[in-house]
């Protein structure tokens, strides 16, 4: 235990859950608690009582008829839900007598709004979502622990994390080598907390959501956390709505279309558990109103950024065409499909549907540059790169990928399509006729195409050594051909000017 932890639990006026919070952790642990002990436990405190009455009464339930005492609450929402929401009731009025510099209204009202959207999680797929509940009520506790013991220094942090931005755990650990939620952690262990809810709580943490190891709860938490900053902080980061949704499909499989519903229902929820605790739910918002508020956001910042620096940013754009579009041809070049690649092979494995790549390269390039010229040479690359461009599906992307060399990847095609398609390239790139002075200008090309096939996938490092294998055969067995290879053997699709083009066609 660091002395920061022992110096916050040594502290003769720290936050104590009241004492039927502690009778009520004591119950929590029991499988087979009476409805009448229960009754009495929270009986004995006017207040929670009353609460506990209200919430059966409320929007959230949505009952016809009333509730008028404790035993009806526990007949209507039943002995689990009652052990968590009267222990949650009563340990959010856990604060010093005096304030010391700390919102602690602010503080309940942050922890419940991630309490209920970490129950609203929890809760798919048939779940209760009731420890989830209590996990996201008190994740933040340590921080109570800290402004209590720590006032002033804390009071300093935490404008310091307003003012910069910086995470509050990071300064924390800057502080005294020890985040909130370690703290956390130790506050409920020396509150008698259940010993597994305690367990999450470090390994929140401890453990990052991406982690293997991380459990379906910390992954929970760390969602309800990112969901609740985007409805408190006043400006959304670029990217954080579609960031939130990304984590949510890939730690608890909701899909993109279905989080906006999950959202609402949250922030429903939370709406109407703050009216119970008198807190300021004025932050809730439909999914929507948030997406519209990120672009509204966005739009102000790069209107602002553009009428004060409007020549830099036009500078910034011009560089960032530059570095990602090829001067000579337009079309994207290496670094773009760096960026590009990953993203479309990511998305074949996660729809499980086919990439095609295919690589490109003119024959005898470097023959033309010597004997015509460089000027003559870069006429042909524009003239290849738009046969490619006036060929390819809207939704295909094609790269200069360097020199002579040209990549196409091509999502969600059979074999027998890309074989074809990629011929039908090569037919176009040979009926070229480029102007000489002494004529025109003939010239052919070879294409090595492979295709990730989930689920048995290639790498796409290794997709992309295969084409260029390919293609490398392609060039040895005589130039003009697309040499495939779809997990069979490659095959190869002969000169155009050969006799069997009509076998060839039926073929692809």
Not at 17 to 37: F, H, K
Not at 118 to 139: A, I, P, V
Not at 141 to 159: C, M, N
Not at 298 to 325: C, D, H, W
Request: charged share 25%.
């Amino acid at each position: 235990m660091t002395t920061v932890i022992e110096a916050i639990l040594k502290s003769e006026d720290l936050p104590t859950p009241p004492g039927v919070a502690l009778r009520l952790l004591e119950l929590y642990a029991e499988p087979d608690v009476e409805v009448s002990e229960m009754a009495n436990v929270i009986g004995a405190d006017p207040t929670l009582s009353a609460k506990l009455i209200e919430y059966c009464n409320s929007p959230l339930l949505a009952r016809a008829q009333p509730t008028t005492s404790i035993q009806q609450a526990i007949l209507v929402i039943g002995m689990r839900a009652v052990k968590i929401l009267a222990l949650s009731f009563s340990l959010v009025r856990t604060a010093p007598s005096s304030k010391v510099g700390f919102d602690y209204d602010a503080f309940w009202a942050r922890s419940t709004a991630t309490a209920v959207v970490s129950k609203t999680f929890g809760s798919l797929n048939g779940g209760y979502g009731d420890e989830e509940f209590l996990l996201g009520l008190m994740l933040g506790i340590g921080q109570v622990g800290l402004a209590h013991t720590f006032p002033a220094r804390y009071s300093e942090l935490v404008a310091l994390s307003i003012e910069t931005g910086t995470p509050m755990t990071e300064l924390e650990r800057q502080e005294w080598s020890v985040s909130h939620y370690e703290i956390s952690a130790e506050l409920m262990r020396h509150w008698s907390f259940p010993s597994e809810i305690v367990k999450q709580v470090e390994a929140f943490g401890e453990i990052d959501a991406n982690d293997d190891s991380a459990t379906k709860q910390v992954r929970i938490l760390t969602l309800a956390e990112h969901v609740v900053a985007m409805l408190f902080e006043p400006d959304l980061a670029t990217g954080e709505v579609e960031k939130t949704k990304s984590m949510a499909e890939t730690w608890l499989g909701i899909e993109p279309e279905i989080f906006a519903e999950v959202f609402d229902r949250a922030t429903v929820a939370w709406t109407e558990f703050a009216k119970l605790l008198s807190y300021d739910a004025s932050q809730a918002q439909t999914f929507d109103e948030l997406e519209r508020r990120a672009l509204k956001g966005i739009a102000q910042i790069s209107m602002g950024l553009y009428a004060e620096n409007a020549a830099i940013n036009q500078q910034n754009a011009q560089l960032r065409v530059k570095a990602t579009v090829d001067s000579l041809t337009g079309l994207k070049n290496r670094r773009a499909y760096d960026e590009d690649a990953h993203g479309e092979w990511e998305r074949s494995q996660r729809m499980q549907r086919p990439l095609v790549l295919m690589m490109i390269d003119i024959d005898h390039f470097k023959n033309v540059n010597d004997t015509h010229g460089h000027a003559v040479g870069d006429v042909a690359l524009v003239a290849v790169a738009n046969v490619l461009k006036q060929n390819v599906r809207q939704y295909d992307l094609v790269f200069r990928f360097g020199g002579e060399e040209f990549v196409i990847l091509v999502p969600e095609c059979d074999p027998g399509s890309a074989a074809a398609a990629a011929n039908r390239y090569r037919e176009a790139i040979a009926d070229l006729e480029i102007p000489i002075p002494d004529g025109v200008l003939k010239f052919t090309a070879s294409f090595g195409v492979t295709m990730n096939q989930p689920p048995q996938s290639m790498p796409l490092d290794e997709l992309l050594e295969e084409a260029d294998k390919l293609l490398y055969q392609a060039k040895k067995e005589g130039r003009n051909r697309v040499c495939t290879s779809f997990a069979k053997p490659p095959r190869t699709f002969p000169n155009v000017t050969t006799q069997n083009q009509d076998s060839i066609n039926q073929e692809t």
